[in-house]
C-alpha cells in the first residue's frame, strides 16, 4: 500500500512563490520568587536543620553573652521554652534522650513556612531581657515578610505584573477582532531581528518599559500559510503564499506596557503563564510556541 502524498499548496506556473516575514518578541517576566514547597520538601529540609542541630556542636552563650546581662538573661528565657538554639525547628532537645527523635509526625506544623516565620518574629518580638513580667509594652514590632499571594492574584488582575510571582509571565496582545498572540510585526527594509524586535517593543508597549532583547539569534517560529496564494502587486512574478514569524527572546526589568498611542493596532494585553497562554491562543499558534515558554 502506497503511503499518501504529503499536501502542498499549489501555486499558479510561472510564479515565484515568497512569504512574508515577520519579527515577534516573547516578553518574559521573570519568576520573583522561589516556588512553593512540597510536603516533602518542607519536611526533609526541617529534618536536616534538626538533624544539624544534634551533630554541632553546643552553643556557647558565655562566648556571645556576658554572664549576668539583659541579653544573657533573655537566651536562658527562650531556651527555656524551645530547647534548642535554633529558633525555627520547633520545641526539640538535640541532646536530650529523645535527640535522636528529630523527625515530624503526620500533619505536624512545624515544617509548614507560616509556622516556622511566626516562629521567628514572636522569638523577635519578645525580648523582656529575662523579666518574668514581660509585656506587651516591652515587644518590638518586627515587619512580616511579604505575602506569596499579591492583590492582584486575588483580583485575577491578568495586566498586572504583580502576580504569579513564582511562574514566568509572557506577554500576549490582541488586535481589534483578532486573535491574542505574542507582539508582531512585519520587517522593515533590511531591518534585522533584533533590531525589529526593540522597535515592536516599543511600538506595542510605549517607552514606559526598562526592557533588554537577549541575543540575536530567535528562540522559535511560526508558520502560517494562506487558504489561496496572493499576488504581490510590488513585486511582479511572486505570490504570496504565507507568513513566517520569528521570535525573539525579551526581558522587562521594570515598567509597564502602555497601549494609548501604540503604532500596532493594539486593543488590549495581558501577562500570562504557561498554561494561560494555551488556554487563549488557537490550537495551531501553540503548537508552535510552546516549546519557547518555561514550566515556570
Not at 270 to 287: F, H, I, M
Amino acid at each position: 500500500m502506497t503511503p499518501a502524498p504529503a499536501r502542498s499548496m499549489a501555486h499558479a506556473p510561472g510564479l515565484q512563490p515568497t512569504y512574508r516575514v515577520k519579527a515577534g518578541v516573547l516578553l518574559t517576566r521573570s519568576p520573583q520568587i522561589t516556588r512553593e514547597l512540597t510536603a516533602f520538601e518542607k519536611a526533609f529540609f526541617l529534618y536536616q536543620r534538626r538533624l544539624n542541630e544534634r551533630l554541632a556542636l553546643p552553643f556557647r552563650r558565655y562566648f556571645y553573652f556576658q554572664k549576668g546581662t539583659p541579653n544573657d538573661l533573655d537566651w536562658k528565657q527562650k531556651i527555656k521554652e524551645r530547647r534548642a538554639a535554633a529558633r525555627d525547628i520547633g520545641v526539640y532537645n538535640a541532646y536530650g534522650d529523645e535527640g535522636w527523635n528529630d523527625e515530624l509526625l503526620m500533619g505536624a506544623p512545624e515544617s509548614e513556612v507560616d509556622h516556622q516565620v511566626d516562629a521567628l518574629i514572636r522569638d523577635a518580638e519578645t525580648s523582656g531581657a529575662g523579666l518574668e513580667e514581660s509585656t506587651d509594652a516591652k515587644k518590638e514590632k518586627v515587619p512580616r515578610p511579604m505575602p506569596r499571594v499579591t492583590e492582584a492574584d486575588r483580583t485575577g488582575d491578568e495586566r498586572s505584573l504583580d502576580r504569579r510571582l513564582d511562574r514566568s509571565l509572557y506577554l500576549l496582545v490582541q488586535e481589534e477582532q483578532g486573535p491574542w498572540r505574542l507582539p508582531t510585526s512585519e520587517l522593515l527594509r533590511r531591518e534585522g531581528l533584533h533590531h525589529a524586535a526593540e522597535r515592536i517593543v516599543v511600538q506595542a508597549g510605549g517607552i514606559n518599559m526598562n526592557t533588554w532583547v537577549v541575543g540575536n539569534a530567535p528562540v522559535g517560529h511560526f508558520d502560517y500559510k494562506f487558504a489561496t496564494p496572493q499576488r504581490v502587486t510590488t513585486k511582479p512574478g511572486f505570490e504570496m503564499l504565507g507568513e513566517k514569524t520569528f521570535f525573539m527572546k525579551a526581558k522587562i526589568m521594570g515598567g509597564q506596557v502602555r497601549l494609548q498611542g501604540n503604532q500596532l493596532g493594539l486593543l488590549d494585553f495581558k501577562w500570562l503563564c504557561k498554561e494561560e497562554v494555551r488556554a487563549l491562543v488557537k490550537p495551531g499558534y501553540w503548537l508552535n510556541i510552546r516549546n519557547m515558554l518555561a514550566e515556570r
